[in-house]
């Protein structure tokens, strides 16, 4: 155990290395931060509730950056796209935290922000689970009739609507290999910044699905760009929280140290794995912090009195951290054995690079 | 040729009825849930219970 | 063959060069966190009018054996003592919260008896998005540092990028080649 004498608490080292580490494994493969899920888990350990909020934020600014200088090696940043929408992300984050304070002042922050994040991140399931099993099969089928299959694939039609948009100035992103209005990257910063905001999270689970299905980037330069975004919002958010007194540096040092390794083993994977394979961990990422939500708003709308559902939002804040780092080893691991022409799942084959 | 009591498929790799939640997606994917939870569950009891 | 000698000795180099570096950006923060100048920063001034306390040293008040602190002056906080300070003014060392004017006045946790504040709760449960936290008087009414903030921020991108430079150099260094992913999308 460690006394934080800034937080006041005093919580086991290696629970949160573990986190960081976990997280880091899973930020660096689907370009999230994590906060929705480090935030309730460091709750859970002890720590105040803002203070939970300032060092998760803290931490994801330094393992953003351990992340991005990997997936800068992979090539997958597309540094036009990150750069065009940083203005618009830092504009749709301030404009979500007043939003949040506006709510908060009518004293319904509490049921408002659980109820939204519970719509946003249900939706989204959804939408990226059944477009991701619809190119998984489509992937299966070309695998069986020998037709060679690139690093991507994605079904959906929104993307060539977006880049029908012709509202100059036209930015050409040429590792994404998509030439889109400037106006739509922007709206896509300003519109999950805002998200970001209002739920108090980092975005990365609103922004990856955003470029993927809205601007018409592979999956693989999504995760690699939002990385950059988080780097420049959680810079923001560390600046903004330190100032408020809600960051423990302690805190922060050692998380950091387990998400150096998380990270790094997160962000190479994705060099193993087509775009459906991250899409699909996403869509789990997803689903599974939608159960916590339900359970927390359960709990808050039963009037605090259902101990139980208390308990099991807790069980899955964890588990879920555990179960998506374990998926993401696992793929790494099939996608070893595939490569060296071993046996794995019928399943994992089109989803791994051979 | 097969001899009494031996099956060859049961030994084939793939085939066993253990392997099915490794050879269906979903599950892998409920195994690796449940293990999770269980983990998270103790680590909660163990280390985090009288923490509110 | 030289090409990858080179390589790997270049990954030497880098390895050794970042880790350097993120041990000192590490080893510099560990100091000045548990030489409490990192908690100076952050318990700089006093941002209400009220009494500076250490709140870790009446947890176990109670109604029906309330903490006693002695109001005295000083710059240090040392036990069972309380210090007034004005809103503004910098905190005494040890000092980790301020138990406002207006908590003393309304009397329910805290009250003033003569030339000591008597503390009857000195926590509760609250809740917040559903969870259960515990209310006390540590970091209520203190106003950190700002610029501590701007440190922060500096520790934080130079642990970052030192340790991602050193994770580099480390792949480097054992030859484990990670080559651009060629972002080719299937033809449907």
């Not at chain 3, 950006?25 to 000045?32: E, G, I, K, Y």
Request: hydrophobic fraction near 50%.
């Amino acid at each position: 155990m460690f006394d934080f004498m800034i937080a006041g608490v005093q919580a086991p080292i290696f629970l949160l290395v573990f986190v960081g580490f976990t997280v880091g494994i899973v930020g660096g493969f689907i370009g999230v931060g994590g906060g929705y899920m480090v935030t309730p888990a460091l709750i859970v350990f002890g720590f105040p509730g803002y203070m939970a909020s300032g060092i998760d934020m803290t931490h994801i600014a330094g393992k953003g950056l351990v992340s991005t200088l990997r997936h800068r090696q992979l090539g997958n940043i597309d540094w036009t796209m990150a750069l065009t929408m940083v203005a618009g992300t830092m504009l749709g984050v301030e404009l979500g935290v007043r939003t949040l304070v506006y709510f908060k002042n009518l004293g319904i922050a509490g049921v408002v922000l659980l109820v939204t994040s519970v719509v946003v991140m249900f939706s989204l399931f959804l939408y990226t689970q059944i477009e991701t099993r619809r190119s998984h099969r489509q992937l299966k089928v070309m695998r069986t009739e020998g037709r060679e299959m690139g690093r991507e694939l994605h079904t959906s039609s929104l993307p060539k609507f977006f880049q029908s948009i012709n509202l100059a100035p036209i930015v050409r992103c040429r590792t994404a290999r998509v030439v889109v209005s400037m106006w739509v990257i922007v709206l896509v910063g300003v519109v999950t910044g805002f998200l970001a905001g209002f739920l108090g999270v980092g975005g990365g689970f609103i922004r990856v699905p955003a470029l993927v299905y809205l601007v018409g980037a592979s999956t693989h330069i999504a995760v690699g760009t939002d990385l950059v975004e988080i780097v420049f919002s959680g810079g923001y958010g560390a600046l903004r929280h330190s100032i408020e007194g809600h960051v423990d540096m302690m805190a922060v040092v050692f998380m950091i140290s387990g998400a150096l390794f998380g990270a790094q083993i997160g962000s190479i994977a994705t060099a193993y794995v087509r775009g459906p394979a991250i899409r699909y961990v996403l869509s789990y990422s997803l689903i599974l912090a939608t159960f916590g939500s339900v359970m927390r708003l359960a709990y808050v709308l039963t009037g605090q009195k259902v101990e139980w559902l208390s308990l099991i939002a807790v069980m899955l804040t964890l588990g879920e951290m555990i179960f998506l780092c374990l998926f993401i080893m696992s793929l790494l691991y099939f996608a070893w054995r595939n490569k060296r022409g071993a046996w794995v799942p019928d399943w994992v084959k089109s989803l791994v690079i051979s | 040729m097969t001899t009494p009591g031996t099956d060859p498929t049961a030994t084939a790799k793939g085939n066993g009825m253990m392997k099915w939640w490794i050879n269906s997606m979903w599950g892998f994917w409920l195994v690796l849930l449940t293990f999770s939870l269980g983990l998270a569950t103790a680590i909660y009891y163990v280390w985090l219970k009288g923490n509110i | 063959m030289t090409d990858t000698v080179n390589a790997r000795r270049r990954g030497v180099v880098k390895f050794s060069f970042w880790t350097v570096i993120a041990a000192t950006v590490m080893s510099l923060t560990v100091r000045s966190y548990m030489s409490g100048q990192m908690a100076e920063w952050f318990y700089h001034r006093a941002a209400v009018s009220g009494y500076a306390v250490n709140a870790d040293m009446f947890k176990d008040a109670t109604k029906s054996k309330p903490a006693v602190l002695q109001i005295s002056t000083g710059n240090e906080i040392n036990g069972l003592v309380a210090i007034r300070v004005e809103k503004g003014d910098r905190l005494p060392r040890n000092t980790n919260g301020v138990i406002a004017d207006q908590t003393v006045t309304k009397g329910r946790r805290a009250v003033l008896a003569g030339a000591t504040l008597q503390v009857f709760i000195p926590w509760e449960i609250k809740d917040a998005k559903g969870f259960k936290f515990k209310d006390t008087f540590k970091h209520k009414g203190v106003e950190t540092w700002p610029w501590s903030g701007v440190w922060n921020v500096i520790i934080v991108a130079m642990l970052g990028l030192s340790l991602g430079l050193m994770a580099e150099g480390f792949t480097d260094m054992l030859g484990f080649k990670l080559e651009k992913i060629q972002h080719r999308a299937t033809r449907r």
